[in-house]
Structures are given as C-alpha cells and as structure tokens.
C-alpha cells in the first residue's frame, strides 16, 4: 500500500470503516451490514488495534464505542482531533442517550465530522440508515 499525499492511499475501495468495540458481536453484525452496504470494513477492539488499524486502513468513516475499558471513545475522540481525523464518524453507546448526545457535542468542539449517533442495541435497518449517513 502506497501513501499519496495527505496520508490518503492508493486504495480503490473509496468507503473504508473503521469499527472500534469491545464487543465482538457487534463488530461481526456491523461488519456484516457494512460490507453489504459497500463498505470495506477493519474492526479494532482495543485502542493499539484501533491505532494500528487507523494508520494502515486510512478509514474515511469511523464508528466508536464510547464506552469501553481502558481508553473508551471519548478518549479516541480527542486522539482523533490530534490526528486532524477528516473522516466521518459514527459514535454508538449502549448507555444512556445523554451520552450520546455528549459525545456528539464533544466531537463537534473537536471539529471532527460526526455524522450521527447509534443507540445500542440497534438492527440492521437502523444501522444502515446510519452508513448511508457516511457516504
């Protein structure tokens, strides 16, 4: 894989998503409705895979968990920032929608392009609302 310039590759898949979770099941059911969908989909279930993942795959969506053990989104959110991250980002929580809506304004102050939110649980057609959200 070559690098172009501004870190883009010279990748011909153009919608690439980056999944971040803890949860294997729902990194297996979003991978799924994502490739159906016409994404190619690497999924990272600690931040050193989402890290390594970011670097090589050069996502132009990213969908995160905001909670998670030992660095959750929030964190990600503001490694992003720092990465100057252009692509578009789905943040997804089984928690409280409050939180949701945190992490959303958070993103936002950050200046990064979050597109929406997903409340976990959530099914297919909810999550391919969502994608089509990142085109």
């Not at 059911?29 to 409705?33: I, L, P, S, Y």
């Not at 959110?77 to 992003?80: D, F, Q, R, V, Y």
């Not at 997804?92 to 939180?99: A, K, T, V």
């Given at each position: 894989m070559t690098l172009g310039r501004k870190g883009q590759?010279?990748?011909?898949?153009?919608k690439r998503l980056l999944v971040i979770d803890d949860e294997p099941a729902i990194c297996d059911?979003?991978?799924?409705?994502a490739?159906?969908?016409?994404?190619?989909?690497?999924?990272?279930?600690?931040?050193?895979?989402?890290?390594?993942?970011?670097?090589?795959?050069?996502?132009t969506a990213i969908m995160l968990d905001l909670v998670m053990p030992d660095v959750d989104g929030i964190a990600l959110?503001?490694?992003?920032a720092d990465q100057d991250c252009q692509a578009k980002i789905l943040i997804?929580?089984?928690?409280?929608?409050?939180?949701l809506k945190s992490g959303f304004r958070l993103g936002d102050g950050y200046k990064l392009?979050?597109?929406g939110?997903?409340?976990?649980?959530?099914?297919?057609?909810e999550l391919r609302a969502a994608l089509r959200q990142l085109d």
């Open positions: 590759t010279g990748r011909t898949d153009s059911f979003v991978k799924q409705v490739e159906d969908s016409g994404f190619s989909v690497v999924v990272a279930s600690s931040h050193e895979q989402f890290r390594t993942s970011y670097e090589a795959f050069h996502p959110l503001g490694i992003l997804m929580s089984g928690y409280h929608p409050e939180l392009d979050v597109k939110t997903l409340h976990k649980p959530f099914g297919s057609a």
